[in-house]
């Protein structure tokens, strides 16, 4: 025997298909990058999730396995795809499970941008399912007792669970079916029910009467909690019809039960009185049920057996142990054994789950990584712009001091060797026309850039400007989100961007700056040995000092700041290379597992102070090397320079070579600064284009709302009713408002020719208050005749005697104000009995009198006997 009918059930959400592979796939792409491609899971997740809907009327447990399996995968994306109105616009639309689609009120559908309210809707179609799936299983089969038993478990859990994160999860007011009272009480009737399997597992096992009697008692229990809370007047109206009946029914029934097997308890123990006043209780009980439960009356074996017991156990009494009955209220009550319980959700539900996307972190761990490469990059930098301001300060003071040229220019008439080399470079690294097309380049990206920024922010306001005039037009019935409050973190990200446009404007300024101070000097740089050679003004010749101590101890100098030059660059290359290692996705994933959060900072830093400790103490012996060198150098060439400037002529030549050693200086500065500045607006392009299409699928899908909001309002309005007549005014009698009010006198019609005059005309039976007064008729609307051998009618002149003459034969006339269809002022022949007719007649199913109902005679009329 089925359960169906047994139990009751819950109906199921109806949802619309929902397109999630091209919103999931851009934000893939735009947080996480494209390292890998997803678009195989993605599809998958789509596919459950269409295979969820068209499951959704089955009662099978693969309908359950085909919900079970989509939930678990929102489970897992819930921390890695954060859909809401702001981030990731998927809109899910979901209709009441309790929607009887009226005509005038429509359907009560809810369609939310929130993977909250997606989990809400899903969780609450489990239980549904859950439900059915139970409502379907045997009542002869222990095995599918127990599934059902467990099954309303689980539902009663599922629905308990929403009842208290509903309302918090979801940003606006619920369909009637995700009400917190709606929810409480279905999860009453659930536990209810999983009660009565146990119940019913009980009498087929045949278990003592007393333990039945308990689970009985219990189930009664459950039941009268259920039907208390099924009647709230909140949401009273929203159940089908039989739910109340049957509910109620059952209370009173398992009560009965209960009392049943109590009494074969005390037939037991001999207590026949106590036996018969339980029956007897009993027995009301079970009327009351049928009473209650009508059509839905499922227990007439447990009738039938309460009245035979009942009987029995009387006459047994009266003939043999003539025992007293005792009064109900000095029975002891009936023991409860609780049994059914609110089973806690504990995902995954499919026991075949596998995460769709395990190769992505959750979104918390993600952000804390970036986080923390946020750090990592500026401590890196603050170390390496460390070793570079040395190698700066040190170029500047060694340029400062003209070294080493002027220990290689003790000549006074070629090239210093160190020039020719720096020359030599610049010319091989692009010269003077590769700073100079670097820098017509910039302003071009710089200005693209900014028209990005620019149309982002335009379509920004217009959509914020657009949601402002139809909220302002519509008041409170444009009632999604304030664009304002949407956009928040999105105009906040667009000013990051302006920011950093704004300050690279700044650091180009700077650059160019640097450039035209340098210009003349690149461009010597970028000549040939002559050229720069015959630009240099000559001296004296200084051979004698090639051979002094303070020559050698200088050239040795510079040999040793050559090296620390270079342990620099190696320092720069190893932070990079330890920079590339770095990987804390494990530690973040651990502390959020353990903690249920992250604490990024102290994470982070205590990663890199661990990390980057050794490397950080050579930079400082670096520096501190470099210094005490420094400090050599100045006072060996403050020496040096007494003896070179005993030659006059040596002054002018030996400031044009500290000058080309400042510009090779800046012109290797201002070259990586350019392409540095190159690749910066490049990659912001890339990331302004992302930012723009994130800003142009936000719009599209606001105005996609505002459309579908905008056909929901026009059919409300188009819905609305009329607003009432006016009141009429406390001058006007209501004698003259019925004098308005009385039709016009129609004319007697003419007398006929006919050897039979015509009778009186009848008005038609008409069951009508005693204060009904007849609308006001200005402008009659005549009928249109019957044929002309119709005992009684008059022809009228203005209308056609037949339709074939009519010049619109299918025309139907519209009604006037105040027609009344049962009104008939042409007089009635004569009631004639058919040929034939036979008065003694009997039917078989002969005319019924109700009561009350008018009998009204009309002249000739003979009733029917």
Not at 14 to 19: H, L, P, Q, Y
Not at 410 to 426: D, N, Q
Request: hydrophobic letters at 35%; a neutral charge; glycine letters at 4%.
């Amino acid at each position: 025997m089925s359960t169906s009918g047994v139990f009751l059930s819950i109906p199921n959400k109806k949802t619309w298909e929902v397109d999630l592979v091209k919103p999931l796939k851009s934000f893939i792409q735009e947080t996480y990058g494209n390292t890998e491609d997803h678009t195989a899971a993605l599809n998958e997740l789509n596919k459950l999730r269409l295979n969820m809907i068209l499951k959704a009327g089955d009662k099978h447990e693969s309908a359950l396995e085909a919900i079970y399996r989509y939930y678990d995968q929102l489970v897992v994306i819930e921390g890695k795809f954060p859909i809401s109105e702001n981030q990731i616009r998927v809109t899910f639309k979901w209709q009441d499970a309790f929607d009887k689609e009226s005509l005038f009120y429509g359907k009560r559908v809810l369609s939310l941008t929130s993977g909250a309210y997606e989990k809400c809707c899903v969780l609450f179609n489990m239980a549904a399912m859950q439900s059915r799936v139970a409502e379907c299983q045997t009542l002869t089969s222990d095995e599918e007792l127990k599934l059902a038993a467990k099954l309303f478990q689980q539902s009663s859990g599922i629905l308990s669970y929403l009842k208290g994160n509903t309302t918090c999860n979801i940003q606006a007011d619920p369909t009637p079916d995700l009400q917190p009272d709606t929810l409480n009480a279905l999860s009453a009737l659930m536990l209810a029910q999983s009660q009565d399997c146990f119940v019913r597992k009980a009498t087929n096992d045949k278990m003592k009467p007393a333990v039945i009697a308990k689970l009985a008692m219990q189930c009664s229990e459950l039941y009268a909690d259920a039907h208390k809370l099924l009647q709230l007047e909140s949401i009273k109206q929203i159940w089908p019809k039989d739910w109340l009946l049957s509910v109620a029914g059952k209370q009173s029934a398992y009560f009965a039960m209960a009392e049943y097997y109590q009494s074969q308890v005390s037939k037991e123990s001999k207590d026949f009185g106590e036996e018969i006043a339980r029956l007897k209780h009993s027995k009301e009980l079970i009327m009351a049920s049928e009473m209650r439960s009508g059509a839905q009356f499922i227990f007439q074996d447990l009738k039938g057996k309460i009245i035979r017991s009942l009987t029995e156990a009387e006459k047994d009494n009266d003939f043999i142990y003539h025992a007293k009955i005792p009064e109900l209220n000095s029975l002891a009550p009936i023991g409860k054994a609780v049994v059914a319980k609110v089973l806690p959700i504990a995902a995954p539900f499919s026991k075949q789950f596998k995460d769709l996307f395990e190769k992505i972190v959750p979104l918390s761990v993600h952000l804390a990584f970036v986080s923390y490469e946020n750090r990592r990059s500026a401590y890196i930098n603050l170390e390496i712009s460390k070793l570079r301001d040395c190698t700066q300060m040190l170029n500047s003071v060694l340029a400062s001091l003209n070294l080493p040229a002027a220990l290689e220019d003790v000549g006074g008439r070629e090239i210093p060797k160190s020039v020719s080399t720096k020359a030599g470079e610049l010319k091989q690294a692009g010269g003077f026309e590769v700073l100079e097309r670097l820098m017509r380049e910039l302003p071009a990206l710089l200005q693209r850039n900014k028209e990005i920024l620019d149309e982002t922010d335009r379509m920004l306001i217009e959509e914020e400007e657009s949601d402002t005039q139809l909220r302002n037009q519509f008041k409170e019935r444009w009632s999604r989100t304030p664009s304002n409050k949407l956009t928040e973190t999105i105009k906040a990200e667009a000013g990051k961007y302006r920011t950093i446009i704004n300050n690279a404007i700044n650091a180009d300024a700077i650059v160019r700056e640097r450039f035209n101070k340098h210009k003349d000097d690149i461009k010597l740089l970028s000549m040939s040995d002559g050229d720069i050679q015959s630009c240099l003004p000559s001296s004296g010749s200084n051979a004698h000092s090639e051979n002094l101590p303070v020559v050698a101890e200088l050239r040795s100098l510079m040999k040793k700041l050559d090296d620390v030059k270079l342990q620099r660059d190696n320092l720069e290359k190893e932070i990079r290379d330890i920079s590339s290692k770095d990987n804390l996705t494990s530690e973040f994933l651990s502390a959020l597992l353990t903690d249920g959060a992250i604490d990024e900072e102290k994470i982070s830093m205590s990663y890199i102070s661990r990390v980057f400790a050794p490397i950080v103490q050579r930079v400082k012996d670096n520096l501190q090397t470099q210094e005490e060198l420094l400090q050599r150098v100045q006072i060996a060439n403050t020496e040096f320079s007494q003896i070179k400037n005993k030659n006059e002529s040596a002054a002018a030549r030996e400031e044009k070579l500290k000058s080309l050693a400042s510009a090779y200086d800046s012109f290797t500065e201002l070259k990586g600064n350019l392409e540095e500045g190159t690749k910066f607006y490049n990659d912001l392009t890339e990331i302004l284009l992302k930012f723009q299409s994130k800003v142009n699928d936000f719009c599209f899908a606001r105005k996609t709302e505002k459309e579908e909001l905008m056909k929901d309002l026009s059919a409300n309005i188009a819905r609305q009713t009329t607003a009432p007549a006016p009141v009429a005014p406390s001058y006007q009698k209501p004698d003259d408002i019925n004098k308005k009010q009385e039709p016009p006198k129609r004319p007697p019609p003419p007398k006929l020719k006919h050897d039979t005059p015509a009778a009186p005309p009848v008005a038609a039976p008409r069951n009508l208050p005693a204060s009904y007064t007849e609308p006001p008729q200005q402008q009659p609307y005549p009928t249109q005749p019957p044929s002309s051998n119709y005992a009684g009618h008059a022809t009228s002149p203005p209308y056609p005697t037949s339709f074939q003459s009519m010049p619109y034969p299918n025309y139907q006339p519209p009604m006037p104000t105040g027609y009344n269809p049962y009104y008939n002022p042409y007089p009635q022949p004569p009631y004639q009995p058919t040929p034939g007719y036979n008065p003694a007649y009997n039917p078989s199913y002969p005319q019924q009198q109700y009561p009350g109902y008018p009998q009204q005679q009309f002249p000739g009329y003979q009733p029917r006997p």
